[in-house]
């Protein structure tokens, strides 16, 4: 069948804006503008010029409208007058319209060129980490490494492997797990026989505790990721009761120990959890089943015997549960907690008039399916953690929306598929303020996390109440 004119005009590159992407010297004209050199050391905007210089139809460059820098970059490479904020960059990242940022930009890569030697960029990186400036520290901490591997600047193997440890603190600073995971691996290569490993396996433990909070994170690999947890504390253990005496020996003992403790209890709680679930599966496979047996049969909650129920053939039965999971839904979200050493950020409840919670089920010939859809309207509060701004709070609102039985979670994906959020603040806080509330407005965007999780087992909890409905 032939494409109709609209279908065949969807399916061709628009000229214009991105005819410029394909110009030979694209890189050097990006890198060389104020505007868009700073996304140039970007591994994420790197890859989408790249692909925006081979595409050929319109449909794969809708994606990349919504990503503030390629709109910036198309206005550089034409010459217009438009200037992207940095608060549109972090919405655009909360909203999954681009890609996370690496932990490194340009700029902070341009100010750790300024070091020269591996002392000067080791001992800049340890006091940008102390001002809370994790992605400059990160920066010098490479900067050394650099200027050791590629201008052959001498660097004995204990400060190789500690600056790869720093590098691995700054990163769960940053909440990037797997990268932390990556450092801790090369400071335990090149650390020397002997040496004191026990921050790195602590580290390591840690790293492994937050994969746990990840996006769509399955119960399975919750419990594998604690797990690795628990065997990377106890070699912390080890290492720090082999380590050499010290004045501060024994409380580092007693803090892995405690930390050993809270991650085993974790551990065990993942591993029912999985168990769980595992035979929630039997039971809904079971149940599955039976529904489509002719005469279905539904089993009962407490003895699982089997109640037969016919109806006329035609008939349609609409059982609508939008009570009960607003109920459910307002009750499970205020468990939802964000922790980190500089803030609290804690789901105060839901906003009922403004949110819209929708759960029925429908039934037809003995057959079943679970309809829902809601948008949520969450209060929030952050409070931050340290000196001198410590016990100071910001209030928010977060709109979790696009969610139901045909959405999911994929954090940068289609509108119209996937599960989409929202962050909102007083009109004070809109612009750059102060570092504190900054930091709360940026871990805020954590909740989408936590909350993608609590709505599987939402749909789970549907499903359990329908199937104990006669």
Partial sequence: MADTPSAAADDELCGGPFDSFRVPDIWEKLRRHPETRQFCADSGYVKSIEFLRTATKQSETRAFMEDPRIMQSIAVLQGWGLSVAPEDLGKAEWLGQMPRRDAVQMPHLERAARHTTVAAAKD????????????????????????????????????????????????LKLKRPADALNAC???????PAGADVS???FRRAMAHE??????????????????LAVESMRAALTAARSAPESSSKNANIRNVQQELKRMKDAEKIASDKAQQAKEQAVREARAEA?????GQA?????????????????YVRDIDLSHWASKWIAQEVTKVQHRTDLCIIQVTDVNQPASDIHASIKEKNQKRALFYDMSLVLNFKGV???????????????????????TRFCPGGDKETSYMYELGFDRRYFTKSEQWIETIKEEAGELFHLLCPLLATFEQELSRKADHIV
Wanted: net charge positive.
């Fill in 124 to 171: 800049a990186g340890n006091a940008k980490f102390k001002e809370g400036e994790y992605s400059d520290a990160l920066a010098c901490w490479l900067r050394a490494l650099q200027l050791h591997e590629a201008h052959g600047q001498s660097l004995d193997e204990t400060t190789r492997s500690t600056l790869h440890s720093n590098s691995a603190n700054a990163l």
């Fill in 185 to 191: 691996e090369l400071a335990l290569k090149a650390a």
């Fill in 199 to 201: 921050k790195i396996h």
């Fill in 210 to 227: 937050e994969l746990t909070r990840g996006v769509g994170v399955t119960v399975d690999e919750t419990a594998k990721q604690w797990r």
């Fill in 290 to 294: 039976l529904r489509k047996s002719a």
């Fill in 298 to 314: 539904l089993p009962d909650k407490a003895s699982e015997t089997s109640i037969t129920r016919r109806l006329a053939p035609g």
């Fill in 384 to 406: 931050y953690q340290q000196a001198p701004h410590s016990g100071k709070e910001l209030v928010g609102v977060f709109r979790l929306y696009n969610v139901g039985q045909d």
